[in-house]
């Protein structure tokens, strides 16, 4: 008997109203563990709302948001990302005046457990996880191929080192999902094509579900194993890459009439 997979993340009839606007309207989707699922519609059309919605910045208006089959609907974003939901943002959001060492330390030290009298005292336990959080930010810096710049404040880092950059404090939370929204954002084709080989190395690699919100249609169709489509905050359609390029709606509403992308 074949076993039915249940996903990740759903989100089940999300509503959200600013005032009299809906920026999203009767949003459902399901986002399946070890998958890439892609966001993608034209500007203004309620994704980078569903991000802030399952990451608690926002409440739905309507609706209910499941992560592990447990309603999360309405908690704050701190407690939504210690239960495994991690994010990046469209405007890279480092703390650009540390190094690059200091932007992943502090994320693992979100772990880390002793008091502020052993922190302060250095006992065992403070010496011993700080240890750790260093070894494991510089081990992740040399997965991610950063660990030479460890030394070198995030400002100065190339523009895609800085998008690397960003991902690496993410998964330093140790994500079981990670939502990136618009990673390939001022990019060019050869800085997109190494992010598309980058994301689905780190998928399997790092073992993380990732939903990705994404303008550029030849990254989106080349990773994503399902694609949902937004428009004017409702869904439009969903299905695999081949079905979304084929969708009538989908093409009249975002890909053109010709159906191609860029």
């Keep these: ?63 209910k948001i499941l992560f592990h089959e447990k309603n999360i ?17 469209q405007n890279i959001r480092l703390f650009k005046d540390l190094t ?8 693992f030290d979100t772990h880390l457990c002793y008091t502020a009298w052993e922190a302060l005292l250095s006992f065992g ?6 240890a750790d959080s260093l070894c494991e930010s510089r081990e992740l810096l040399r997965k991610l191929e950063l660990e030479r710049y460890e030394h070198t404040v995030a400002r100065h880092l190339p523009y895609g080192f800085q998008r690397r950059l960003e991902i690496a404090r993410a998964l330093a939370l140790r994500p079981a999902i990670l939502l990136l929204d618009e990673p ?14 980058f994301l689905q190395w780190m998928r399997d690699a790092f073992r993380v579900t990732i939903l990705l919100i994404e303008h550029h249609m030849k ?11 937004l428009d004017f905050g409702v869904t439009i359609a969903e299905g695999t890459a081949e079905e979304v390029r084929s969708n009538h709606r989908v093409i009249e509403a975002y890909l053109g009439e010709d159906g191609k992308y860029e």
Aim: charge should be positive.
């Design 219 to 229: 990254l989106v169709m080349k990773i994503c194993d399902s694609i949902t489509v």
């Design 125 to 130: 336990r403070a010496r011993k996880g700080e």
């Design 1 to 63: 008997m074949e076993r039915k997979m249940t996903s990740l993340l759903e989100l089940q009839g999300v509503t959200k109203r600013f005032g009299g606007l809906a920026a999203v309207t009767d949003c459902s989707l399901k986002v399946f563990e070890g998958k890439t699922h892609g966001v993608i519609g034209p500007n203004g059309a309620g994704k980078t709302t569903v991000f802030n919605l399952i990451t608690g910045i926002y409440c739905p208006t309507k609706g």
């Design 184 to 197: 390939a954002a001022g990019m060019n084709p050869v800085e997109t094509e190494r992010l598309g080989e």
């Design 100 to 107: 690059v060492l200091d932007n992943v330390r502090i994320a």
């Design 73 to 89: 609907t309405g908690l704050r974003p701190n407690q939504i990302a210690q239960r495994g939901i991690g994010r990046t943002f």
